[in-house]
């Protein structure tokens, strides 16, 4: 494995299933669909952040850290995971939600921050330029030293420092997994779209494809950033990784191919073709997408087959990454006709 050399606390059921969805291709009429499962990876509702946060607290671990301190948004998979991997773990896990005041009503993620007993903070702005803002990181240092006071010994997981890279290895280990999938299966799919949103996972699988020889192009649906912004961190990513793993291996933005939907018509907001795409998937293949990262990359591959480019003659793999509860917060969005 080529992670082998870093830290891994043991979080996940894997491999994950490989799935094909054939009532929905014949639904759509075009490529030949499979889909990644690894909203079954474990703990609360699955995803791709338990993968990440085996390979993240299993560094705090090493150092002897007890304590996370994460921030994220008020419906953040990232902010249940952490604490659900941090309760199976032992370790106290502080919250802080940016964007609120606290005050909202506790459904989808906010309710599960509560039931797995997150110590809980707010912190009143939310945007890219926030998380990696020096506002932010001072409010969070504040808090650390607040709990080294209290004889904590705390760990930041944050995807401006370690946590990223570590995320990324983790998705090479995912790569390594599905390459072991398609060989078993005798294909090698022509694309894997993965939901990009920091571009942590998707670098990871590019990294990983890359080093394996995979002729399976990954395709990035882009959320959150703009297309040169989204390629620029999936290369830096990926390159930093390599770099820890002692790879020689390194990524070029053409090594990869990334839709941009950030700003359709942005980043959580249900759109016609979000709501057709998670409707499709339950109908079809009763499959849960959540509407703001598999939903809209759904969306994207569905696009692609109705606009000719994903035909009969290929086959395409969309990884799910979790997020379900963020059904039960956009309920209304989501039944409207």
């Given amino acids: 494995m080529l992670c082998d050399k870093l830290p891994r606390a043991k979080l996940t059921y894997l491999p994950t299933p490989l799935e094909e969805a054939p009532r929905l291709s014949a639904a759509l009429g075009g490529a030949r669909i499979w889909i990644k499962r690894d909203d079954r990876t474990g703990l609360t509702f699955g995803g791709n952040k338990p993968r990440i946060f085996e390979y993240v607290l299993g560094d705090a671990l090493a150092q002897g850290c007890d304590l996370t301190i994460t921030p994220a948004g ?19 896990s502080v919250l802080v939600i940016c964007g609120t005041d606290g005050s909202g009503p506790a459904q989808g993620n906010s309710l599960l921050f509560r039931l797995l007993g997150a110590e809980i903070h707010t912190f009143p702005d939310w945007d890219l330029d926030a998380y990696y803002g020096p506002e932010l990181m001072a409010f969070v240092e504040e808090l650390a030293e607040t709990y080294r006071e209290r004889g904590y010994k705390p760990y930041h997981v944050h995807f401006g420092l370690r946590a990223g890279l570590l995320g990324c290895a983790a998705h090479v280990t995912a790569a390594e997994e599905l390459a072991a999938q398609f060989a ?25 494809f890359k080093h394996l020889g995979l002729r ?31 790879l020689d291996t390194r990524v070029e933005p053409g090594d990869f191919a990334m839709l941009d939907v ?36 759904m969306a994207a591959l569905i696009e ?34």
Avoid: W
């Avoid at 008020?74 to 199976?88: F, G, I």
């Avoid at 078993?184 to 990983?208: H, I, K, Q, R, W």
């Avoid at 109705?306 to 969309?318: K, W």
């Fill in 262 to 297: 950030h700003d359709r018509p942005g980043y959580g907001i249900v759109t016609p073709e979000v709501i057709e795409a998670v409707r499709l998937c339950a109908v079809h293949e009763g499959i849960l997408l959540d509407p703001v990262y598999n939903g809209r990359a």
């Fill in 304 to 337: 692609e087959v109705r606009h000719g480019r994903l035909g009969q003659d290929r086959t395409a793999v969309l990884v799910h990454t979790g997020g379900v509860p963020a059904l039960f917060a956009q309920n209304e969005a989501l039944m409207a006709e």
């Fill in 74 to 92: 008020p419906q953040s998979n990232h902010l249940r995971e952490v604490t659900a991997a941090a309760n199976r773990l032992g370790m106290k």
């Fill in 184 to 208: 078993a299966l005798g294909m090698e799919p022509d694309f894997l779209y993965v939901p990009t949103g920091s571009g942590v996972t998707t670098s990871g699988y590019v990294l990983g």
């Fill in 216 to 246: 399976t192009r990954v395709v990035g649906v882009g959320l959150i950033y703009s297309e040169r912004e989204a390629v620029r961190e999936v290369v830096r990513f990926a390159n930093l990784t390599a770099e820890e793993l002692g």
